[in-house]
């Protein structure tokens, strides 16, 4: 995907979610680049890999010499829920002019025990349990996207994907997802976990 910020005063927000499983391989290429001035440019993109797959995101920032006032991000997260799966993430930034803001980030992480331990307390099972902690994982993504259809079948996409089931029997679920919801504020919040973890970041200004 390319997103080429040509007018001036344009902006662009690319949202990705991927979740593999068995031997899927993954191979994304992001890019924003500015061309005009005053825009403004974002990559999202998160991935939850199990069984055997495998995930590499290679990203790319470009502020070319007239593209003044610009301000880029671009961030790959990964969730691995298996010993075998594998992420990579390949964040650049090319920066030709100043008065500018550019920050990439990658952080690759696997299923937070805590969290797992918090949702089972409250009578979960584990596959459940996990299924809930991946649906909380994509929800930051999720939530950027406008259309309340489309999240809700983004989430049920994800579902079906992991208990192997038709898309409509996965529709099913979002009551379960409701009720993760209706968690928030209390101990334990259903908010990305990568909040404060990134293995790699760095900032152009």
């Not at 005053?38 to 993109?45: K, L």
């Not at 964040?91 to 805590?114: F, G, M, R, Y």
């Not at 797992?116 to 307390?121: G, I, P, Q, T, V």
């Not at 993504?141 to 994907?161: F, G, Q």
Request: proline share 2%; glycine share 6%; charged share 25%.
């Amino acid at each position: 995907l390319d997103n080429l910020m040509v007018g001036s005063g344009g902006s662009s927000d690319d949202i990705e979610v991927t979740f593999g499983n068995a031997k899927q391989r993954f191979d994304l290429s992001s890019n924003i680049v500015f061309i005009s001035n005053n825009s403004t440019g974002a990559v999202y993109s998160k991935a939850a890999l199990k069984d055997y797959s495998k995930g590499l995101m290679k990203g790319m920032i470009k502020i070319r010499e007239k593209a003044k006032a610009s301000r880029g991000f671009l961030s790959y997260h990964a969730l691995l829920l298996s010993r075998d799966a594998m992420a990579d993430a390949i964040p650049t930034l090319e920066i030709d002019t100043n008065d500018v803001k550019a920050t990439h980030s990658a952080a690759v992480e696997q299923l937070d025990q805590e969290q797992m331990f918090y949702l089972m307390s409250k009578g979960l099972d584990e596959d459940t349990a996990k299924q809930l902690v991946v649906l909380a994982f994509f929800e930051k993504a999720a939530e950027r996207i406008p259309s309340p259809t489309l999240r809700t079948r983004i989430r049920s996409m994800i579902v079906s994907k992991w208990l192997g089931v038709p898309l409509q029997e996965a529709f099913k679920q979002e009551d379960l997802f409701e009720w993760a919801l209706s968690y928030r504020g209390e101990e334990m919040q259903f908010t990305d976990i990568f909040a404060g973890h990134y293995k790699y970041r760095k900032t152009v200004e």
